[in-house]
Antibody, heavy 119, light 107 residues
Framework: EVQLVDSGGGLVKPGGSLRLSCAAS????????MNWVRQAPGKGLEWVSS????????YYADSVKGRFTISRDNAKNSLYLQMNSLRAEDTAVYYC????????????WGQGTMVTVSS | EIVLTQSPATLSLSPGDRATLSCRAS??????LAWYQQKPGQAPRLLIY???NRATGIPARFSGSGSGTDFTLTISSLEPEDFAVYYC?????????FGPGTKVDIK
């Protein structure tokens, strides 16, 4: 079964750090670009970051640039998001999502992991 | 940056009704537009890609149309499980932004 499992969320104080993980299974992870998308409570979807299959291309939303770092380990079939200098406005459910290989759209999503930034 | 606008914000309909959702881009995105469905407490699900192609396993009652700046998602006859929030997303330029969403709720 093609699957993404998000983990690593939790409660963190403003200014703190957190590392999210996304474990992939059921497909050739190293062939796909991957993404992080977040959703603040009661709000819409916000694209956060993307990384190409070999990590050659990396993009960030302006709202997280300089604070978040996306990475991947193709040997471990895993995607990561290192989040530093966290702010209250980073509070959200974070989803990893697979880029469809042959067309646009994010075709496989993780279940999401909740990040709460609060003192 | 391309901005997506979705209308209406909320659509109140009954099962069996036809739903027509609109997504408008601030500049052309060619046909690089996707639609997603999200139900409460669940991750989004890809419905339509490249503006008019149904994703794997998506029922035929869902259809997408449009190109350039104006796009439409149509649900021909609403089933109870279709009441959800629908988002469009453009992939023509970075960043691959989402629209604000249209909530389809039960009248």
């Amino acid at each position: 079964e093609v699957q993404l499992v998000d983990s690593g969320g939790g409660l963190v104080k403003p200014g703190g750090s957190l590392r999210l993980s996304c474990a992939a299974s059921g497909f050739t992870f190293s062939s796909y670009s991957m993404n992080w998308v977040r959703q603040a409570p009661g709000k819409g979807l916000e694209w956060v970051s993307s990384i190409s299959s070999s990590s050659s291309y990396i993009y960030y939303a302006d709202s997280v640039k300089g604070r978040f770092t996306i990475s991947r380990d193709n040997a471990k079939n895993s995607l990561y998001l290192q989040m530093n200098s966290l702010r209250a406005e980073d509070t959200a459910v974070y989803y990893c999502a697979r880029d469809a290989m042959t067309h646009d759209g994010f075709d496989i999503w993780g279940q999401g992991t909740m990040v709460t930034v609060s003192s | 940056e391309i901005v997506l606008t979705q209308s209406p914000a909320t659509l109140s309909l009954s099962p069996g009704d036809r739903a027509t959702l609109s997504c408008r881009a601030s500049q052309s995105v060619s046909s690089y537009l996707a639609w997603y469905q999200q139900k409460p407490g669940q991750a989004p699900r890809l419905l339509i890609y490249d503006a008019s192609n149904r994703a794997t396993g998506i029922p035929a009652r869902f259809s997408g149309s449009g190109s350039g700046t104006d796009f439409t998602l149509t649900i021909s006859s609403l089933e109870p499980e279709d009441f959800a929030v629908y988002y469009c997303q453009q992939r023509n330029n970075w960043p691959p932004r989402f629209g604000p969403g249209t909530k389809v709720d039960i009248k």
